[in-house]
């Protein structure tokens, strides 16, 4: 799910139907009408993946289109954003194919830069993307394995995050309970690994960037547990404070302006 206050919307991925919605919000917050639905289509190898699943949107800097990760067909659709008719509209290249069984889950756009980047659950990888904003296409630059070689437990990569001056993308891997970090390359849009920390918890579910950078909160799901780390804005290394949270199965982390009234 993504917000956009520019369109005025909110774009959701539905996992599990594998449909892509776009809604209007008004201006007290609330939700307002559904104005475009788009059902995705594919399967995949892994048994998780015998019918289509959207996972993550994430709307492109120029506002003209809405990229959704499915999970089960291992494909990055491409919409257009049609803001006459308020149309979903597929793209002239409609999707790009990941690797069978990846499980694509979260996309992220650099804020400046021509890239994408996304996480891939099955396959526990970072990729990135070179984006065309004029025909709303991609092409693959990089893929990394967030696990060591020698790694022989459960694949389980989770979400992505990528700091507001694009300098670095975070990604949180459930299979070795870790947060790792990755410095951007802004003119290549490759990425080289500088840190891998502790989640300080179980399975880190989800993770949230606070709107001033210099926090990353972390939700570990099956350790009940959120946890606190200070961001280094020169470096981008995370640091663990001593700052938790108790709660059952928390999986989402959003940060949510405060009122001015």
Not at 27 to 53: C, E, F, V
Not at 73 to 94: E, G, H
Not at 109 to 125: D, G, T
Not at 197 to 222: E, K, M, Y
């Amino acid at each position: 799910m993504t917000v956009d206050e520019d369109l005025k919307s909110l774009f959701v991925a539905h996992f599990g139907s594998g449909q892509v919605s776009w809604m209007s919000t008004l201006r007290d917050g609330s939700i307002g009408t559904l104005l475009s639905i788009q059902q995705q289509y594919g399967t995949g190898p892994n048994p998780r993946q015998t019918a289509p699943h959207a996972h993550g949107v994430a709307v492109d800097p120029t506002k003209r289109f809405l990229v959704a990760n499915d999970f089960g067909a291992d494909r990055i659709f491409v919409y257009r954003l049609n803001t006459r008719t308020d149309q979903l509209v597929p793209a002239a290249t409609p999707f790009t194919s990941v690797p069978a069984g990846s499980g694509p889950r979260h996309p992220v756009f650099h804020p400046y830069s021509p890239f994408m980047f996304i996480v891939s659950e099955l396959a526990s990888s970072v990729s990135s993307f070179r984006w065309d904003a004029w025909s709303g296409s991609l092409q693959l630059v990089q893929t990394l394995a967030l696990d060591d070689p020698t790694f022989t437990g459960a694949k389980s990569a989770s979400q992505i995050q990528i700091s507001r001056d694009g300098r670095f993308v975070y990604a949180a891997n459930r299979g070795t309970n870790s947060m790792q970090v990755y410095l951007v390359n802004i003119f290549t849009g490759t990425l080289q690994q500088i840190q891998v920390i502790s989640s300080q918890g179980l399975s880190p579910w989800d993770f949230a960037l606070d709107p001033t950078g210099r926090w990353l909160v972390v939700a570990n799901n099956v350790s009940n547990s959120i946890a606190v780390f200070a961001v280094d804005r020169v470096s981008g290394m995370l640091t663990a404070t001593a700052e938790t949270l108790s709660l059952p199965l928390p999986s989402n982390v959003t940060f949510v302006r405060a009122d001015s009234n």
